[in-house]
């Protein structure tokens, strides 16, 4: 007797549109937290399903992980600079540039995004909106390699920008994986011949950060 063939599951409901209402009088004087709860119920002009509360979160998360990779670069070419002559030198460089034009310069443009909300309650899309991840890792830097190879999958962000000479966020994105790909396998190799120290990438509690402290953040990419 042949197995019953299974019912398949129902498609979920779409979610509910959102209406925009005026933002409130008091804007100025609210605390972050009472804006964000604002923008919750507030839509996303290019899909209203979702609110510009999650933008903010997702972007605020973003810079988060991105100003952690910044900084694990930082320390991983200050165990280097000495030498500049040497192919290992040339990797961290390498990929220090495609951090600055594509993920630095990415995150930078979704800090803007957030700062506007929170001064004006409006949402420009300087760098496209982010969507929802579930993102494992262990470091800040396993955690935002894999937030970087999410976003070079996702559709909106394979669009070619015209402020970007006709690429695409993705593009750039997966530009600064292949650098750092190359860097960490020279790195590997030469440690082991030459013990340089470890780097502490782990960053506790860095991404769980509240509203009132996980503000937008913008990546100083002019210092390196």
Request: one cysteine or more; aromatic letters at 10%; glycine letters at 4%.
């Amino acid at each position: 007797m042949s197995e019953p063939t299974p019912t398949p599951a129902p498609a979920p409901d779409p979610a509910p549109a959102l209406e925009a209402t005026a933002r409130p009088e008091n804007w100025k004087a609210m605390d972050v937290a009472a804006k964000v709860a604002w923008l919750n119920t507030q839509p996303l002009p290019s899909d209203p399903t979702v609110s510009l509360g999650s933008c903010y979160d997702r972007g605020t998360r973003f810079n988060v992980y991105a100003y952690g990779v910044f900084q694990a670069i930082q320390l991983l070419e200050s165990q280097v600079k000495e030498r500049k002559d040497s192919t290992i030198w040339q990797y961290v460089q390498n990929m220090m540039a495609a951090f600055k034009q594509g993920v630095g310069s990415y995150s930078n443009a979704v800090a803007e995004d957030c700062r506007e909300l929170l001064e004006e309650g409006k949402y420009s899309d300087r760098a496209q909106p982010l969507h929802p991840m579930t993102i494992p890792g262990t470091t800040i830097w396993d955690t935002a390699h894999n937030v970087i190879t999410i976003l070079t999958k996702t559709p909106s962000l394979n669009q070619p920008r015209p402020g970007l000479g006709g690429t695409s966020w993705a593009s750039l994105f997966q530009a600064f994986i292949d650098a750092a790909q190359k860097f960490w396998e020279e790195w590997k190799k030469q440690k082991r011949e030459e013990q340089f120290h470890d780097v502490d990438l782990t960053i506790p509690g860095f991404t769980e950060l509240e509203y009132e402290e996980r503000l937008p953040l913008t990546i100083p990419l002019d210092e390196f």
